[in-house]
């Protein structure tokens, strides 16, 4: 067996460490990793790292906007017809969402949605106070904020499970066609939602 020579060194251990992870996550090769004979290459159709935090952010931005520039709701007075208007256009919205193939467009689509909800929580909120009797102004009030917190998760429970059976695509896209239908039917056999009017509130 060769022995080491007097001045031989043993090549120093491989690091690891948050940035060489990134750099590997990445495709980028480090630069102090000389004894690397393979390098990470990104997939040509792999999304990009900021997509996740666009595709987030973009519902609450439609919605802070729709809210800051909501001053034009107050000239409006069919209030029915308006909420069953935003929720078409977020369910419409949504769907049209899950099939587009454009990174630009996805955040302006949710950004869309966002707002339309914004716009739909003000005329239903509105309608709750004005129309709804004392008595049972509270109770309803209650079930409001019941279905308002837990309405979307079970939304994510249903959407998650058909993902998981089809594809994210005909889950995301179905769960907004279905929105516009469970939104738009009801309306069309009531009509006295539609023709509520703010000047003269009647439950």
Do not use: K
Request: glycine share 12%.
């Amino acid at each position: 067996m060769r022995r080491p020579g007097r001045g031989h060194r043993d090549p120093p251990p491989a690091r690891t460490g948050p940035r060489r992870v990134t750099a590997a996550a990445h495709g980028r090769h480090h630069p102090r990793d000389r004894n690397s004979r393979t390098r990470c290459t990104p997939h040509p159709h792999a999304p990009r790292p900021d997509a996740a935090s666009l595709l987030v952010a973009a519902p609450a931005l439609g919605a802070l906007l729709g809210s800051v520039f909501s001053g034009w709701l107050a000239r409006i007075r069919r209030h029915g017809l308006a909420v069953l208007i935003a929720v078409s256009c977020w369910g419409g919205a949504i769907a049209v969402f899950g099939l587009t193939r454009q990174l630009w467009l996805g955040p302006a689509l949710l950004a869309l949605a966002g707002c339309a909800d914004s716009i739909s929580m003000v005329f239903r909120d509105t309608m709750l106070q004005a129309a709804a009797p004392d008595e049972m102004r509270g109770r309803l009030q209650g079930v409001f904020i019941v279905v308002v917190a837990g309405g979307p998760r079970l939304g994510d429970l249903v959407a998650g499970s058909v993902a998981d059976l089809t594809s994210p695509a005909v889950a995301v896209t179905g769960g907004g066609i279905v929105c516009v239908l469970l939104v738009c039917l009801p309306g069309l056999r009531r009509r006295g939602f539609a023709r509520y009017d703010a000047h003269d509130p009647q439950p």
